[in-house]
């Protein structure tokens, strides 16, 4: 409808200003939401840190015998040998877990029948022994228990190519005797101070974890003078 003096306003434009406050109030409405989800947490990498952790390592000491010498834990005491038909030396540890353990070193000589557990193969480098393999399974797993000998209960046996005698008879024992490719408890080594002498270390581990590791430290510190 015109009236004189008035301007005449057409619908559309009101219609127009309505739609753009919408629009702008909706544009408004989704700028908000997504600022509200969005994570305002800063996050800074800190600085890395480095904490050295020390082994606890058992303390040593050297013993030495007639000509030879070698490394074992500080609180093992020489014990009496469990033969006295053999040369032998023995020693046993007094700590609260090695207290069911011990080591006898036999020296130019040893019983023939002599029977173990397991095997840790060595050979002979002058006047030291080379470990050349890990201690066997207890041998009664890879041995012919059939041959087993009724008087001494013990049964040829091989292991890393050296051939000893299973204590199959024994079988819940845990001992460890050193061999070579030079035979059945024969390992020979020689220095030029003391001369010539075969060797046998034998291990016995009655405690509740045998630890075999014990063993190859103290074969790996031994040494003729």
Partial sequence: MYRLGHRHVHHYVIFGIVGLMVLAVVV??????????????ILKQSSAVTHTVTANQVATRAVTKSFFT????????????PQVTYTIYSWAGTGKNDASR???????????NLAFNHLLPVQSTGNQLEVK???SDNCTTFTD???????TGSALSKWSGVNFLCDVANYERDTVGVGSAEGINRVTLHSPRS???RILLVYTDNSAT???TIFVAIVKSFQLL
């Fill in 70 to 81: 070698m490394q074992l834990s500080s609180n093992w005491r020489e014990v009496a040998a």
């Fill in 102 to 112: 011990r080591v006898d070193v036999y020296v130019d000589g040893a019983p023939a």
């Fill in 133 to 135: 393999g890990p201690v």
């Fill in 210 to 212: 045998p630890d075999y």
């Fill in 195 to 197: 001369g010539t002498h």
């Fill in 28 to 41: 408004a409405g989704i700028v908000g939401v997504r600022s509200y989800f969005q994570p305002h947490t």
């Fill in 145 to 151: 228990k059939t041959s087993a000998s009724e008087t």
